[in-house]
RNA sequence: GACUCGGUAGCUCAGCAGGUAGAGCACAACACUUUUAAUGUUGGGGUCCUGGGUUCGAGCCCCAGCCGAGUCACCA
């Protein structure tokens, strides 16, 4: 089953072992330098600065030479490389630890320690000549090999996506701009935090597991509470519970919320998602554009060095604020020439019939003008814009526009022609967003079973009054992607989701199982037999008292076993 | 869900009329005291995704399935 080269790497760990090197030790490894600080900060004229150094990493290269190795040592801050001299290492005639540790035994993938000087070599590189080694761990599988040459060409990348996605420790090893887009996703979400809390808005934590999955029209992960003995759901959105604590007199507050949706998954959909959401007291959607504006300046320019410009494929998308805001009925009429204002349901169904648009009868006035938007508008907007006041029927969970009934103040950010954000003046009428939870609720009755559920707690708590608020919603995937040139959500998604693998080498409990072993015996009869082929070989007598001996020795409290038990595992198959 | 493409050594890939499987890197052995995609010589390594079928013979042809990628549909 293992391959050659693993096979000779647990050779290579027997040998260390003989030789008395621990391949595992446990005590800690001090570390004085990482691979950056010597390369950034290390000067010919001063050298003594750097002559005596301790560092620790994965080595991803040997080259041999006979009495003097060069690896590259690689820790969390890049690669360095490292020099073995054989008569340093071993001063004596002994000759073992450089001979066969360093050139044997010491693999790529392995973890060592080193502690020693750093000096420049003929070739003008930068290196830790090495007096003493740990072993720190050994790497029992083999890593890609990715070479880059003196012209910066990558070779032999360890690129197939779905290996880069089933091991991304594997991925984040090899592939070193993997980790970048990591490193920056954890930095916007960071510049976002900060931003929020230099208003003294409150980060917080909302239920995740939810009786009714509110806030957004989606469907959902449904599972189950066994003391409760009701059915949950996995969040959709954190929209109503952060607006409830509105309701409870806090002024801002937001939170980065793992949403769940149970549809379906490509590249720009991962079941599994990320959205922040924050809800400010006393706003409109008009102060939640410039919040808005204003916030994505200062994350680009807090992971672009002070730049506000954004690469995206052959487009270079400024971030820079103010950004344009155009109505939905006049981007609609700039696309397409017709004003859909005044249209009612069937109107509109005519409408996409002569735009070439795909509908179904389930479709309400929402999805029809959304569809119209979604096909032949979305694409246009490449540079940061804001679409503004959506249809009524479309925005189930925002106020009325001031000046028109029909319409929302409701606004998406689109950036590359796509949805970034998504923002509203929030509904705090009671009675109107009732009306508008049954209407949502009619709509389901007529099949569409994305439409929403009737939050009663949520009516109630806006029963008690909540203050006039803006809330606004970012997908953090989608703006990762954006920001660092990602098509792909995989890509910024440390664990995207994948069918499960089937590892032909899964132990075998089944087996087992499949005679009758008990769940609770089935670990001691494998310590104790190996397998079950063994097992019967011998007398049940012997296996019964086997069992029992090994459960009195471990002190197991699983009741004995009897004879007659032990003889039925005998027949069964 | 539909269509297209792909799955061959640890990695990246090649393979042909259907005739016992090939390269580079990696690995092993030897040489080499400053190399850098180190080099030279030699060598080992394969369930050609799985299961059926056609055939004297299948990595290749046919059927079914699994996994992935892309496009579309659905979906925010």
């Known amino acids: 089953m293992l391959s050659e080269q693993e096979l000779q790497r647990r050779e290579s760990l027997k040998k260390l ?24 900060h290390f000067s010919d004229d001063q050298p003594q600065e750097f002559a005596s150094v301790s560092l620790a990493g994965r080595i991803m290269s040997k080259r041999l030479m006979g009495k003097a190795a060069f690896f590259d040592l690689k820790d969390a801050t890049g690669k360095i490389q490292i020099y073995f001299q054989r008569d340093q290492i071993c001063p004596t005639d002994d000759k073992t630890l450089y001979n066969e540790v360093v050139k044997k035994h010491i693999d790529i993938g392995d973890f060592i320690g080193i502690k020693g000087y750093v000096f420049r070599t003929q070739m003008g590189e930068l290196t830790v000549h090495v007096h003493t080694f740990t072993f720190l761990s050994k790497a029992l599988r083999p890593l890609p090999i990715v070479k880059v040459d003196a012209q910066g060409q990558v070779h032999d990348a360890f690129t197939d996506p779905e290996q880069r ?92 919320a793992k949403n769940f949706r149970n549809e379906g998954m490509d590249r720009t959909h991962n079941p599994e998602f990320t959205g922040m959401e924050i809800y400010v007291a006393y706003k409109d959607y008009h102060w939640m554009m410039q919040f808005t504006e204003n916030l994505l300046e200062h994350v680009t320019k807090a992971i672009n060095n ?85 249809p009524i029927e479309m925005s189930p969970l925002c106020k009325k526009h001031r000046h028109d009934p029909q319409l929302t103040e409701r606004f998406e950010l689109i950036v590359n022609g796509k949805e970034i954000a998504n923002a509203y003046s929030e509904l705090n009428d009671p009675l109107d967003q009732r009306q508008r939870f049954e209407e949502q609720l009619r709509l389901s009755q007529r099949g569409d079973d994305e439409a929403m559920f009737i939050d ?42 994948m069918k499960p693998e089937q590892f032909t080498t899964a132990p075998k409990t089944d087996t087992w199982a499949h005679a009758g ?44 076993l009897q004879l007659s038990e032990v003889e039925a595992w005998f027949t069964q198959n």
């Open 17 to 40: 072992i003989e030789l008395g090197i621990n391949p595992y030790p446990a005590d800690e490894y001090p570390v004085t330098h990482h691979a950056t600080d010597i390369l950034q």
């Open 165 to 256: 996605y089933r091991m991304r420790y594997v991925d984040l090893v090899v592939n070193p701009h993997v980790k970048d887009i990591f490193i920056k996703r954890t930095r916007i979400i960071q510049a976002m935090r900060e931003y929020f809390n230099s208003f003294g808005y409150l980060e917080v934590e909302t239920p995740i597991l939810q009786p009714i999955p509110g806030g957004a029209t989606a469907r959902p992960f449904i599972t189950h509470h066994n003391a409760l003995d009701i059915p949950l759901y996995l969040r959709i959105a954190n929209e109503l519970y952060l607006k409830r604590l509105i309701v409870g007199g806090f002024e801002g507050v937001y939170e980065f």
């Open 306 to 390: 002070g730049s506000t410009q954004v690469l995206f494929g052959k487009h270079t998308i400024d971030f820079k604020a103010p950004y344009p805001r155009i109505t939905m009925y006049e981007a609609i009429r700039r696309y397409t020439g017709i004003d859909i204002s005044g249209m009612d349901e069937d109107q509109l169904r005519q409408t996409c019939h002569q735009l070439h648009i795909d509908v179904t009868p389930e479709m309400g006035k929402a999805k029809l003008i959304d569809a119209i938007f979604g096909e032949k508008c979305e694409p246009h907007f490449i540079q940061p814009t804001f679409i503004i006041d959506y």
């Open 456 to 497: 009663h707690d949520f009516l109630r708590a806006l029963e008690y009054g909540m203050p006039p608020t803006a809330g606004l919603g970012i997908g953090i995937d989608r703006l990762t992607m954006l920001l660092t040139g990602q098509t792909s959500i995989q890509e910024v998604l440390f664990f995207p989701q």
């Open 517 to 560: 072993i008990p769940a609770e015996w089935i670990p001691l009869a494998q310590e104790a037999f190996g397998s079950l082929d063994t097992m019967r070989s011998l007398k049940p007598t012997q296996v019964h008292q086997q069992l029992n001996g090994l459960r009195k020795k471990k002190k197991l409290t699983i009741p004995a």
